[in-house]
T-cell receptor, first 110, second 115 residues
Framework: DGGITQSPKYLFRKEGQNVTLSCEQN?????MYWYRQDPGQGLRLIYY???????QKGDIAEGYSVSREKKESFPLTVTSAQKNPTAFYLCASSIAGEQFFGPGTRLTVL | GENVEQHPSTLSVQEGDSAVIKCTYSDSASNYFPWYKQELGKRPQLIIDIRSNVGEKKDQRIAVTLNKTAKHFSLHITETQPEDSAVYFCAASKGGGGSNYKLTFGKGTLLTVNP
């Protein structure tokens, strides 16, 4: 649990602005993930990365971008192209399949 | 791609009763099936998982069963307690490396245990 941190906990954005969500882990995990959670929708995969300098689109990547320059960090940018960005965003990292989640960032677009 | 269906979406039981949540998956190559518990406003936490080489796994009051032929798996909670109240998610993955680290989640079950 404590090995994955996300910041900020709450984030407010005006329409048309890009915003970046931070995710850091000190578990030495190779793989990292970003999910979006909406009420009644479960967790939907946005992007994932299995190794530094490589990442793949998930099921709902449109309007989002990521980078993986360091093993410990996997920031997510929510761009103005994302039509409905208000949601709870969860970052995770994994080893041998088991995923460990960060505490989440709640993004609200005003 | 993989599709995971989870039922029921809400479940209300009396304290001490058992609760069962069921999931089906579509990809016969999936071989790793975790269950996560998420309390209100908190992060999901793994409570139990099962791999396709076994049919059942238990951990105290929690058990998971897997039927590979029918492509479904279930979470069983016995002697439920109020602190079991949460949203439970099932997931499926091919596991084992490469793009197979991806988990596909069900939509969740809100379990309420009434004292």
């Amino acid at each position: 649990d404590g090995g994955i941190t996300q910041s900020p906990k709450y984030l407010f954005r005006k329409e048309g602005q890009n915003v970046t969500l931070s995710c850091e882990q000190n578990l030495n995990h190779d793989a990292m993930y970003w999910y979006r959670q909406d009420p009644g929708q479960g967790l939907r995969l946005i992007y994932y990365s299995q190794i530094v300098n490589d990442f793949q689109k998930g099921d709902i990547a449109e309007g989002y971008s990521v980078s993986r320059e360091k093993k410990e960090s996997f920031p997510l940018t929510v761009t103005s192209a994302q039509k409905n960005p208000t949601a709870f965003y969860l970052c995770a990292s994994s080893i041998a399949g088991e995923q460990f989640f960060g505490p989440g960032t709640r993004l609200t677009v005003l | 791609g993989e599709n995971v269906e989870q039922h029921p979406s809400t479940l209300s039981v009396q304290e001490g009763d058992s609760a069962v949540i069921k999931c089906t998956y579509s990809d016969s190559a999936s071989n790793y099936f975790p269950w996560y518990k998420q309390e209100l406003g908190k992060r999901p936490q793994l409570i139990i998982d099962i791999r396709s080489n076994v049919g059942e796994k238990k951990d105290q009051r929690i058990a998971v069963t897997l039927n590979k032929t029918a492509k479904h798996f279930s979470l069983h909670i016995t002697e439920t307690q109020p602190e079991d109240s949460a949203v439970y998610f099932c997931a499926a993955s091919k596991g084992g490396g490469g793009s197979n680290y991806k988990l596909t989640f069900g939509k969740g079950t809100l379990l309420t245990v009434n004292p």
